[in-house]
């Protein structure tokens, strides 16, 4: 009797072992690896801290030879409790204000407030895009996303780095992200994007080290080809912090 108690005692540890063992080299879900971005750019709890943010985000645009196309500075603030995002530009000659509240959208041209609707829209839609770009990796935590872990890649063809496709929509034209973090660390590197049948790869070369999240400071955009090599560098993108507050 107690030889064969001890058998199925040490039956169920071999079934442990190979459950735990199967269990381990599992592939990580999305979320898990989202988790782990987080915790690497400064924690959720100093997330939660930021109270205001304010940078100037400088853009170029390039064409396919590498003249450039176009430059713009953008002057942003986004403001938690209460929560608000202002962006202040200029476009030929004229200045703008845009801002969204927890009342709306408003937008300014030379001073005066704007009433057609699709500036409006446009305005709602690039504040939100300059928040959602700025604030990662932790608005990628949206529990409406859908999240799909695409296992280790090749960034580049040299950066190991964990893929993660993000879906916002189930519509057929809808964007589609990928987000790719260092396998090491878990520091967000670049995403991808599939837009209007284009596909354009945004690497994170330079972050900032002011508030120990780890923010954009350098990015470059390119267009890739059918086969996912490099076009062209379509666009630089620099941050630079003007100010920010904590609790």
Same mark, same amino acid.
């Given at each position: ?10 039956? @169920?540890? *071999? ?17 898990? /690896? ?18 205001? #943010? ?12 590498? %003249? ?7 002057? #942003? ?7 608000? &995002? ?8 004229? =200045?703008?204000? $845009? ?14 407030? +704007? ?10 839609? !690039? ?13 990628? @935590? ?9 296992? /280790? ?6 950066? =190991?780095?964990?893929?993660? +496709? ?9 964007? %589609?992200? &990928?987000?790719?973090?260092? &396998?090491?660390?878990?520091? *967000?590197?670049? $995403? ?9 790869? /945004? ?12 923010? !954009? ?23 630079? /912090?003007?100010?920010? &507050?904590?609790?």
């Amino acid at each position: 009797m107690v030889r064969y108690a001890s058998l199925n005692f040490f039956g @169920l540890l *071999l079934l442990l072992s190979l459950s735990l063992t199967g269990f381990e080299s599992e592939d990580p879900s999305a979320d898990f /690896i989202l988790q782990k971005s987080l915790e690497t750019h400064g924690g959720r709890e100093r997330w939660k801290k930021m109270k205001c #943010i304010r940078y100037r985000k400088t853009t170029t645009f390039y064409d396919p030879s590498g %003249v450039i196309e176009k430059k713009s500075v953008q002057h #942003i603030t986004h403001q938690w409790r209460p929560k608000q &995002t202002e962006m202040i530009w200029e476009n030929e000659g004229k =200045s703008y204000r $845009a801002l969204k509240d927890t009342t709306g959208i408003s937008l300014y041209k030379e001073g005066i407030l +704007q009433k057609d609707s699709l500036l409006l829209a446009q305005a709602n839609t !690039n504040l939100k895009a300059a928040l959602y770009v700025y604030w990662q990796p932790f608005k990628l @935590l949206k529990e409406e996303a859908q999240k799909n872990y695409l296992g /280790i890649q090749k960034l580049l063809d040299s950066i =190991s780095v964990h893929a993660v +496709q993000i879906r916002y929509s189930e519509e057929k034209n809808a964007d %589609v992200w &990928t987000y790719f973090f260092d &396998t090491q660390n878990y520091r *967000l590197c670049a $995403a991808q994007v599939l837009h209007n049948k284009r596909i354009s790869l /945004i690497v994170n070369e330079a972050v900032e080290s002011e508030t120990g999240l780890f923010l !954009n400071h350098k990015r470059k955009s390119y267009f890739l080809d059918s086969v996912g090599k490099i076009k062209y560098l379509r666009a630089a993108y620099s941050y630079e /912090i003007d100010s920010f &507050t904590t609790d």
